[in-house]
């Protein structure tokens, strides 16, 4: 992140502001709302400074430029406040232009959940309006009535207060009146109000002092972007259930104030504008991406996206200049730009215009061999013609013989076409030309393409394409493929890949081996149909990967709208498959980057793409709950964090982004640094975690800085070597290196499958132990550092021997109705030492515990 984004030098610069003169302060506040054009309290700060000094112009001037941009109730009581002031000698002219303006604000801001302030400072403006005759008195009457129907079917603070003063309201025009009205208006306003407690749960999440900054991938962005997603998701809903105008304006609101916080976050620009998109605002949408492409220059996504909904709705012109300002001057232009323009030109305007465009691109300095390769497979897919292709890649070859990969690319191609002399040709040539480090790929690929003898083929003919019970979907591709590469009849390999589809269409892979054979023959109209075919009869969970290959294959075969078409029924098919089936249906940046990527080539920076792959991660699962343990980090008890995975889920974190700790930053545990964390005895309680310092008072942490009776409950029901165990770990102020997500590791471990040491390896049980043999301590079980000799008869047993007494174990901890002394005494030793420690120590109520160091977990216990 830039320097110019750092907060404390921001807040430092407007807390100096306030204290200097409006013509001094001034310069300041422009730099900041030119870097933080959206924080409302800057630019209320700003604006309240010149209302100091009643300098109205630029107070006019200020409000011009904020208000839309900033739904912040705050600022907008700002505004209201010099328009009542401004227009309070004004007579009745300026009660007119108050009233307009409180009409103004509350089209704005009237929905937002702080808003109840605003709509009671309205109702009072109009009930003090002056009536000097019994029709102007009635339409205040019928005014107040209007602003309070509406006041209360909003869900805010105030809503209760609002639905008290309403009733008074109409008691004091008329009770017969008011009875109709309140027992009709009563069931919308409990529909509010409940609406009201599930809203603010959202609300509440929200932090509205964050300024607005590019993502650094902190959790503290991370759990705001989550948490506006959860608000914006809830709002979508329409839980109130109210027409779709008053709901579609709640959602704009609230991706208005999102856009406040999360102004640098190109997904939610283009989320925005693809709500308004499907719900038929395209005029709408494309303000959104004007505003998007101005907050964001550099992304070449959100241009990308803008210009395919300029192209879908038929503006050409306007989606070529999108084009044409990602090839900027051309001396930066990037190959992927130079690519998706020849696509265009392409899609719009013919075969002649691409070739044209190509020809001048390939002179330019930031031509790679993207370029080259990207038009050669458009003029064999697109045009059918192989013959450009071939010239093309032999031009591209006497530029781009040093790239491996530009050379396996042609490869591919002459494959395609099923030419191994010129395969072969092309391999001795790479080999003869590139040093040996990059030559193994050409080796391997050289290899595969050595004749099989025919005595070979010949028996898999004979045997296994009969109806052999052994053969798998596996023979009938190995041999199509070798009539097809070996023998050069296409004809049979189609038919034997047509006799294995009504054998094998269940199988996905061996769909997609049919549909790359019908690629190599550029038959793409019998590989829609394959995939049309296939996806009938597949169940949506086996079809994702036959799914993301019919995508590709638009992309390279088709124009924009089946493209998109394709797209979308992939989602409606794959939105059936699990839980997070609905966020599947909503249209993702993602998406775009797929469509507009080519090989190695993105339209984003590789920081993007993982700040993209940790929001899908995060998306999928920030509705899944786990259960949080009691204790945390020896201290308290820790509230529940939106971001736990769910252990449950067996692939959750497939797709995210791998952290790794900054281990430069890591410490070692020395207990002398912070000799403080003990055990101290309470009447309630076993034992209560304490941290001691001598700079603050020992206290116990909990939950949202409740008392500590909740604690020592928990603690109650905590085994005694849990507790134990606690007592060993080291104090939070020891660790001053970072800390991991402590319930993200616990489900990450109990998601991995851990090895299982076999019972011809461990040691013997502590059943098999002699009578007379020593207990193993406490540090042998725990693998401490210190030299202790481990007998041959060891406490550790094999963990499926251990797994067979859990039953007996979970047994004895359930039962509540016996103490500690009355269980019986379990089998296993490391139980059975904990069990005698825990009667020692209970033998007294004034006892003293000493703990050994942590790393070799010696205990010792004392009583008194």
Same mark, same amino acid.
């Given at each position: 992140?830039? %320097? ?22 001034? +310069? ?55 328009? @009542? ?9 300026? /009660? ?42 009635? /339409? ?9 129907? $509406? ?66 991938? #902190? ?16 709002? $979508? ?79 050409? =012109? ?36 691409? @070739? ?10 930031? *031509? ?11 003029? !064999?897919?697109?045009?059918? %013609? ?42 001795? @040539? ?17 290899? *595969? ?11 898999? =003919? ?21 009539? !097809? ?120 920076? #590789? $920081? ?64 002398? /640094? ?33 008392? #500590? ?45 851990? +090895?299982? #040491? ?42 499926? @021997? ?5 039953? %007996? ?56």
């Amino acid at each position: 992140m830039d %320097d110019k984004y750092n907060i404390e030098a921001a807040e430092i610069l407007a807390n100096n502001a306030l204290h200097l003169p409006i013509t001094q302060a001034a +310069p300041i506040y422009e730099q900041l709302l030119s870097v933080f054009p959206t924080a409302a309290k800057y630019w209320k700060q700003y604006v309240e400074a010149n209302m100091l000094v009643n300098n109205d112009d630029a107070t006019k001037q200020i409000f011009s430029r904020c208000l839309l941009n900033c739904l912040q109730v705050p600022l907008w009581q700002c505004y209201i406040r010099f328009i @009542r002031k401004v227009n309070e000698k004004k007579g009745v002219e300026g /009660q007119e232009e108050t009233r307009k303006a409180f009409d103004f604000m509350l089209n704005y801001v009237g929905v937002d959940i702080a808003s109840g302030p605003v709509w009671m400072e309205y109702i009072t403006f109009l009930k003090l309006l002056p009536a000097t005759s019994p029709q102007e008195e009635s /339409q205040r009457m019928t005014a107040v009535r209007k602003a309070y129907q $509406k006041a209360i079917l909003t869900p805010t603070h105030h809503i209760e207060q609002l639905w008290k003063e309403y009733e008074n309201f109409e008691n004091s025009v008329s009770r017969q009146l008011a009875k109709g009205l309140i027992s009709e208006y009563q069931p919308k306003y409990n529909s509010a109000r409940a609406v009201y407690r599930e809203r603010k749960k959202y609300v509440d999440e929200i932090d509205w002092n964050m300024l607005a900054v590019p993502p650094t991938g #902190s959790s503290k962005e991370e759990q705001q972007w989550m948490a506006w997603k959860r608000l914006l998701s809830f709002e $979508k809903g329409n839980p109130q259930r109210i027409d779709a105008a008053s709901s579609n304006k709640r959602i704009i609101f609230t991706y208005e104030q999102c856009l406040m916080y999360l102004y640098h976050y190109p997904d939610m620009w283009y989320n925005y504008a693809t709500w308004h998109a499907k719900s038929g605002s395209t005029e709408a949408a494309i303000k959104v991406f004007q505003r998007a492409v101005k907050a964001l220059p550099d992304s070449d996504m959100l241009k990308y996206a803008y210009a395919e909904l300029e192209e879908s709705r038929g503006a050409i =012109q306007s989606a070529k200049k999108l084009y044409e300002s990602l090839l900027g001057d051309g001396v930066n232009t990037t190959a992927l730009a130079h690519i998706q323009f020849i696509r265009f030109l392409r899609r719009n305007e013919g075969v002649e215009a691409a @070739r044209k465009y190509f020809l001048d691109a390939r002179k330019s300095p930031t *031509c790679t061999y993207h370029v080259y390769v990207a038009y050669a497979l458009m003029a !064999f897919c697109l045009d059918k %013609d192989p013959k450009v292709a071939h010239n093309v890649f032999e031009a591209g070859l006497k530029r781009f013989m040093h790239e491996p990969v530009y050379v396996l690319e042609y490869a591919d191609f002459l494959s395609r076409l099923n030419d191994d002399r010129n395969i072969r040709a092309l391999f001795e @040539r790479a080999l003869s030309s590139l040093p040996p480090e990059e030559s193994v790929e050409f080796v391997n690929r050289f290899n *595969c393409t050595k004749f099989i003898d025919g005595s070979v083929v010949y028996m898999i =003919q004979r045997y296994y394409l009969l109806k052999s019970p052994t053969c798998t979907y596996h023979v009938y591709v190995a041999y199509a493929l070798m009539a !097809f590469c070996l023998d050069k009849d296409p004809k049979v390999a189609h038919n034997v890949f047509e006799a294995g589809l009504k054998r094998f269409m269940h199988e996905p892979v061996y769909v997609l081996e049919y549909a790359d054979f019908l690629s190599r023959l550029n038959d793409d109209r019998n590989i829609r149909a394959l995939f049309e075919r296939a996806l009938s009869s597949l169940p949506p969970e086996e079809s994702v990967e036959v799914w993301k290959r019919f995508s590709q294959f638009e992309q390279t075969y088709g124009d924009l709208a089946s493209m998109l078409k394709v797209e979308q029924r992939r989602k409606e098919a794959l939105s059936r498959t699990g839980e997070e089936g609905a966020s599947l249906l909503e249209n993702s940046l993602q998406d775009v980057v797929s469509r507009y990527s080519f090989m190695d080539l993105w339209p984003c920076s #590789s $920081k993007d793409l993982d700040h993209f792959a940790r929001q899908e991660w995060l998306a999928k699962n920030m509705t899944k709950k786990v259960e949080k343990p009691a204790i945390s980090n020896g201290i308290g008890i820790t509230e529940k964090d939106p971001t736990v995975v769910s252990s449950n889920s067996s692939n959750s974190t497939s797709s995210a982004k791998v952290v790794y700790p900054d281990t430069s930053k890591m410490v070692v545990y020395d207990p002398r /640094q912070n000799p403080g964390t003990a055990m101290t005895p309470n009447a309630t309680s076993p034992a209560i975690l304490v941290t001691s310092n001598p700079l603050s008072t020992p206290m116990v942490g909990t939950v949202g800085g409740g008392s #500590s009776s909740a604690f020592d409950e928990i603690l109650k029901a905590t085994p005694p070597a849990l507790v134990a165990f606690l007592a060993n770990l080291p104090a939070v102020e020891v660790i001053s290196g970072p800390t991991p997500n402590v319930d993200i590791v616990l489900s990450i471990c109990l998601q991995s499958d851990l +090895p299982i #040491s076999q019972a011809g390896k461990s040691a013997t049980s502590a059943s098999q132990m002699p009578a007379g043999a020593p207990t193993p301590s406490t540090s042998d079980l725990s693998g401490s550092s210190k030299s202790h000799p481990i007998p041959g008869s060891s406490s550790f047993r094999p963990r499926d @021997r251990y797994l067979g007494k859990r039953k %007996d174990l979970d047994r004895q901890e359930d039962d509540e109705t016996a103490t500690v002394q009355s269980q019986p005494l379990p089998r296993d030793a490391f139980r059975i030492r904990q069990i005698h420690k825990t009667r020692a120590s209970s033998t007294s109520q004034t006892g003293s515990a000493s703990y050994g160091s942590a790393f070799s977990g010696d205990l010792s216990g004392s009583t008194s």
